[in-house]
């Protein structure tokens, strides 16, 4: 089977620097989310990983093409001509660009600058020669410019008769691709070229981005940056020329944003036609059944709340909350008493006149100050360091969030089908998804838990996070994007006492977690049950697709992750699930699903419901008697890999069968092949958190 390709990964190791790696992610993401997930990644995953079957582009950004050399020569440049003469595409911006040719020549008469040396991927088959242009400094913007470009419309048949001729854009130590006009003969297309006088001897044609089809694939290299947004760029009072810069690529912004989807297209991309931009985060909304609950639990927060300006705010490790309420005094006594506690051993911060000044011995306070200084300077369509946003909270202690201020959300249904859920399962008390905190759109569900373990310690077991939207979503490893319209999302906290632990071991609550959703879906209601979901080992959740019914014809449609820290008597823990419930990209959804069997579409609100009443009895259990034979008997049932064969990487290669998991640490196991694949006895045990598995290729790799 051929899998999607649905993944636009952007290299971020050794020799990227940050900012062109953010403008990369910033401008993709505009441009091709929610159809490709453009996702951030390192050397190891090139090397090491199986990236390439789902990879639609590989872009490599601005930095120092040396140190993707170092990362990548050998191994990891294979992989990658492999993958690109096999049909993928390659997008190289500025050091992308020098990396992605055969020679790279920049500043050979400088000693102390001077890079000149052979490439390995040679995908243009010549030199890429800089500075284009002179003046360049490294970490600064000294030798920055508006470069201007002209655009090669023949080599781009999708240009519009209307866009410009030119644009101007950010350029900063690029190169110029020699000869380009001569090794039009060698597949070699021109797609903008520079306008001005170079510092460099470009040969014949003054090429500044070019394609070639490499193999059945094809390539993108440029010396500018067109991915960088004016809206990103930082004027600079000690730097006049800059501010110049950047309202000269200001000016033909429209035109290098068209341009940028052009050379989209010619990779073969499926790009939006308007920007897709990234939405900017809401407030979070803390709910319960009975929303007396919601004053308890906020009152029980006295200790972790610091007071500024009369605000109360909670700083967490990695983000800061600021707790807003439904009515401007707070309803709970008890906690009217914490914080003034809290408030008289703080200074007040007066941030009314510029440059006021706060206390520097209240490092607290002055680092929220700063927070709040950020938020209220940023625009959303902006590159943002989402940390240093501050995250409004507001607790709703005399019911439900309003329709209107939650509009993708219907908290009476998810309360009401909670109850249902619970009561079916003969849980009358159920704790899961008992407090509910929603937002619209969030940075991730799991990173607002997990990175802020001083919060996440005064949080109950069972509380849950759902969001429509998330901005920095979390996946395996440093994977990380941002989630379309229609998937549900949620985080829910554990407490794990510490000894439980040898009967009921922490490593299965992956493994609940799929059971959870498996159950979740199938009984939703009557009918669902036919719903052809399955799990993945260790962490995924497949698809059956729709009129397909060979083994191979099925695709993922969600996934699990799960994070732990330790606090002395119990292990604190944060399992995050997301399903792709309504958008039909990049696979397939559960409501496609049903879609084809005749059923009515699931409601985010009833089906997280369903989930988190499945959770919280197979976690009871669990508690209680460990994986017991009916869960691991449950969980074959489930899952893709009875009797599969696969080979094992992480064993030089040996072929072998899988038979399970163990019920003690939830182990895979698998049974080494013989001659005519005849089972030796050998069995093979792989941890979860250590290998990976690629069920399309049968491969299970060492995780990276």
């Not at 040396?66 to 049909?87: A, E, F």
């Not at 059945?216 to 800059?242: I, M």
């Not at 202690?397 to 009476?412: I, L, M, W």
Request: glycine share 8%; proline share 4%.
């Amino acid at each position: 089977m051929t899998v999607q390709k649905m993944n636009v990964l952007v290299y971020a190791g050794n020799g990227s620097t940050t900012e062109s790696v953010r403008h990369c992610l910033y401008t993709l993401r505009r441009l091709l989310s929610p159809t490709y997930a453009v996702i951030p990644i390192i050397g190891d995953v090139l090397i090491k990983e199986p990236w390439t079957a789902s990879c639609a582009l590989l872009v490599f950004p601005g930095g120092a093409d040396l140190g993707y050399c170092r990362t990548l020569n050998g191994q990891g440049n294979r992989r990658i001509s492999l993958y690109v003469n096999r049909g993928g595409s390659y997008l190289g911006f500025c050091a992308g660009g020098y990396y992605g040719t055969s020679r790279c020549e920049f500043e050979v008469n400088d000693p102390k600058m001077a890079v000149v040396g052979d490439r390995e991927l040679s995908f243009y088959p010549g030199t890429c020669r800089g500075l284009a242009f002179p003046g360049f400094v490294y970490a600064s913007e000294a030798g920055a410019r508006a470069a201007e470009l002209k655009i090669h419309k023949a080599a781009l048949p999708n240009a519009k008769a209307t866009i410009q001729d030119t644009f101007k854009s950010y350029y900063n130590g690029g190169g110029v691709f020699v000869d380009a006009k001569k090794l039009e003969s060698r597949g070699v297309e021109t797609l903008a070229s520079y306008t001005e006088d170079l510092n460099v001897d470009s040969g014949e044609g003054a090429a500044a981005i070019v394609y070639r089809k490499v193999g059945d694939g094809q390539v993108v290299l440029t010396g500018p940056h067109p991915e960088f947004a004016p809206a990103n760029l930082t004027k600079q009072p000690e730097l006049p020329s800059y501010t110049e810069i950047i309202d000269a690529i200001s000016r033909t912004d429209a035109c290098r944003m068209e341009f940028m989807r052009l050379v989209l297209r010619k990779l073969g991309l499926k790009v939006n036609e308007e920007e897709h931009a990234v939405p900017p985060l809401s407030r979070l909304h803390l709910s319960a059944h009975k929303a007396a609950d919601v004053s308890d639990l906020v009152a029980s927060w006295g200790e972790i709340l610091t007071v500024v300006n009369g605000k109360e705010y909670i700083k967490g490790e990695n983000d800061c909350f600021s707790l807003e309420n439904e009515s401007a005094m707070w309803a709970v006594q008890g906690l009217k008493a914490a914080v003034e506690t809290v408030g008289s051993a703080l200074p007040e911060v007066s941030t009314k006149e510029e440059g006021s000044k706060t206390n520097e011995s209240d490092p607290q306070a002055q680092a929220i100050l700063d927070m709040v200084q950020y938020t209220d300077n940023t625009a959303a369509d902006q590159i943002l360091d989402y940390g240093k946003i501050i995250k409004k909270l507001i607790p709703h202690e005399k019911g439900f969030p309003a329709t209107r201020e939650t509009p993708y959300f219907h908290h009476d249904s998810y309360f009401a089908n909670l109850k249902h859920y619970h009561s079916t399962l003969r849980n009358e008390d159920g704790s899961f998804g008992r407090y509910l905190m929603y937002g619209e759109v969030v940075t991730s569900t799991n990173t607002l838990l997990e990175k802020n373990p001083g919060l996440l310690r005064q949080l109950p077991t069972g509380l849950t996070l759902t969001a429509t939207r998330q901005v920095a979503g979390r996946g395996r490893g440093s994977n990380v994007w941002i989630s379309p319209l229609g998937a549900l999302m949620f985080s829910t906290v554990f407490h794990h006492p510490l000894h439980l632990t040898q009967m009921a071991p922490i490593i299965f609550l992956q493994y609940l977690a799929g059971l959870a959703t498996y159950r979740g879906i199938k009984s939703y209601a009557p009918g669902y049950s036919a719903i052809p979901v399955k799990l993945k080992w260790p962490n995924d959740i497949y698809a059956q697709l729709p009129g397909r019914s060979d083994h191979n014809s099925v695709v993922k449609i969600g996934g699990i992750l799960v994070n732990s820290s330790y606090s002395g008597t119990s292990f604190d823990l944060v399992c995050g699930i997301g399903v792709n419930l309504a958008n039909e990209l990049p696979t397939t959804s559960l409501n496609q699903l049903a879609a084809a069997a005749n059923l009515k579409p699931f409601t985010y609100e009833k089906l997280l419901a369903s989930i988190l009443a499945q959770f919280e009895a197979l976690y009871a259990d669990f508690c209680r008697v460990g994986f017991s034979r009916d869960m691991e008997a449950e969980y074959y049932e489930a899952w893709l890999h009875t009797n599969q064969i696969v080979t094992l990487e992480t064993h030089e290669g040996l072929r072998a069968k899988i038979k399970g998991i163990t019920r003690d640490w939830g182990l895979l196991l698998a049974e080494e092949m013989g001659w005519q694949d005849r089972g030796t006895g050998r069995i093979v045990q792989l941890q979860s958190d250590s290998n990976s598995f690629d069920f399309f290729k049968g491969l299970i790799r060492t995780k990276m």
